[in-house]
């Protein structure tokens, strides 16, 4: 078992304007309207430290980085 | 053999049950049958695990689902063996407190749950609280049940937490369709559950209505034992509106029940089986459905309030203005884009439905022609 991360939003919280995909373009982009739509799995070691951000700079803190445990 | 239907609903003291009536379900393999079809077993486990005598069990009666009306039938016909199923519940998961989830709207059925009850014995009765769910379509989610319940809002909530974690009063909480009740009840007095099923067979069907099949009866059976349809159907809808749409041909030999709809990709759902006549138009009976779905969204998430509005609004021009290729183009990518982004699967299943039209009309919805809309779902 390693260590390994994936991002979730809360869809109540999040209300859509899309900051998290400017942080973000490689892991998250958004639909129609505005709202996110993430790459399925794990979150890949070097984009780490961008998801963090991601995760920090949400203005309703509806991102989460969530530890997974997937067996390598 | 017993059945859930058509059998006298006697009062009998309840059968003795100790924590091993789990592993009776197990071995029956129970599933849940207000739409999920998830085994029952495993539901009830992650509740004893957690219960310290102060479990909950909400007796999911709200049967919202337009077409179907199992549930009612059930609760009306057979209240004391859904109150059985939910008292012995109560025992092997040592809830204090049952509370009756019924349907604001199904008075028949709630008049004859609150008669059987008042001839139960007093410490029952004591544990039952009765609730009147709202009369929308997420109300009968188990969320939105728990958040009813608990604030008075019948919204889905974000899970985690589950409500076998916290759920009613923060207790953990089993939330249990009726017909399922009803079969746990079979199970702890006759030692095996009936393997039937109820349905609801609606739509283009000449004696529309509630019908206990065995399992391996095929739709078609089930068709003619309800005097047959109206006319040729064009397809049928199975599990409702969250359900799929198939080619009758398909439809007419597969089996009324769950793991064999689900070696098909489908599934039984809720377990109404629809019949769209020939006669009726196949684009706007599913745009009439999706403006359906999209307004019963609880309009919390982006994806889902936006999503199915947008996939209703699609559909409608292609019913009223005839076909175009980019909305044929934008719906499928919709019906993708949507799935597992909201709090609860209500767009989930909305999609999943849109989709099926699309691949069983795909002719019918390239070639339509501007019509005026037909009636409403
Ligand atoms: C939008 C939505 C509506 C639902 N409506 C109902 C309902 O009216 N009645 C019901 O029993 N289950 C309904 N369900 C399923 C419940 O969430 C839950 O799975 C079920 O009550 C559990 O009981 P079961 O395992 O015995 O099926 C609904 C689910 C969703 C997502
Ligand atoms: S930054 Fe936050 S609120 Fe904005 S779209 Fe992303 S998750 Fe939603
Ligand atoms: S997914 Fe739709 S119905 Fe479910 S909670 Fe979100 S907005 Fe409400």
């Given amino acids: 078992m390693s260590k390994q991360f994936e991002l979730t939003v809360d869809r109540i919280k999040c209300d859509g304007r899309g900051l998290c995909a400017e942080l973000l373009p490689e892991l ?15 979150v890949p070691e070097h984009l780490i430290p961008l998801a963090q951000r991601a995760v920090e700079d949400c203005p309703v803190l509806a991102i989460a980085l969530r530890r997974t445990h997937i067996k390598k | 053999m017993t059945r859930l239907l058509g059998t006298p609903d006697t009062l009998n003291p309840l059968p003795p049950v100790g924590a091993d009536f ?13 739409g999920a079809a998830f085994p029952v077993a495993a539901k009830w486990r992650a509740v004893a695990q957690r ?19 199992k549930d009612r039938v ?7 063996l859904v ?19 019924i349907g604001e709207r199904h008075d028949v059925a709630r008049n004859a749950m609150l008669r059987a009850l008042s001839v139960r014995s007093e410490p029952e009765r004591r544990m039952v609280t009765v609730s009147a769910a709202p009369a929308r379509y997420v109300a009968g989610a188990e969320a939105a049940a728990i958040h009813f319940l608990n604030e008075g809002i019948a919204t889905p909530t974000n899970v985690p937490p589950y409500p076998f974690e916290r759920g009613v009063g923060g207790a953990p909480t089993l939330v249990q369709n009726v017909e399922t009740l009803a079969h746990v009840a079979l199970l702890a007095r006759t030692g095996e559950t009936p393997r039937t099923v109820l349905v609801t067979l609606a739509g283009g069907i000449k004696k529309p209505g509630v019908l206990e099949v065995d399992a391996q009866t095929t739709i078609g ?4 034992r309800t005097g047959g349809a109206t006319e040729a159907p064009r397809a049928i809808l199975i599990g409702g509106y969250f359900g799929h749409w198939v080619e009758p041909e398909q ?20 377990g109404v089986v629809g019949l769209l006549p020939v006669s009726r138009c196949p684009v706007c009976e599913t745009a009439a459905i999706m403006r359906y779905l999209a307004g019963e969204s609880s309009a919390q998430c982006g994806p889902c309030f936006f999503g199915l509005r947008a996939l209703a609004d699609a559909c409608t021009r292609i019913a009223q203005r005839g076909s175009n290729p980019e909305d044929l183009t934008r719906m499928q ?12 699967r209500h767009p989930d299943g909305a999609a999943m439905f849109l989709s099926s039209s699309l691949q069983v009309f795909a002719q019918e919805f390239a070639s339509h022609r501007a019509h005026n809309l037909g009636r409403t779902a």
């Fill in chain 1, 28 to 42: 998250i982009r958004l639909d129609d309207w505005g709202y996110p739509i993430l790459a399925a799995g794990v």
């Fill in chain 2, 251 to 270: 439809a007419w030999d597969l089996a009324l029940e769950a793991e064999s709809m689900r070696r098909h990709g489908l599934g039984l759902g809720c």
């Fill in chain 2, 22 to 34: 789990i592993d009776a379900i197990e071995r029956s393999r129970l599933m849940g049958r207000g």
């Fill in chain 2, 83 to 101: 109150l059985d199923g939910a008292f012995i519940a109560a025992r092997v998961l040592r809830a204090r407190n049952v509370i009756l989830y």
């Fill in chain 2, 51 to 69: 219960s310290r005598g102060n479990a909950v069990i909400v007796v999911n009666g709200a049967e919202a689902e337009p077409q179907s009306k």
């Fill in chain 2, 74 to 80: 059930l609760m009306s016909e057979r209240p004391n």
């Fill in chain 2, 333 to 344: 990518r919709w019906a993708v884009e949507v799935r597992t982004r909201g709090a609860c």
């Fill in chain 2, 221 to 224: 059976e089930a068709v003619l």
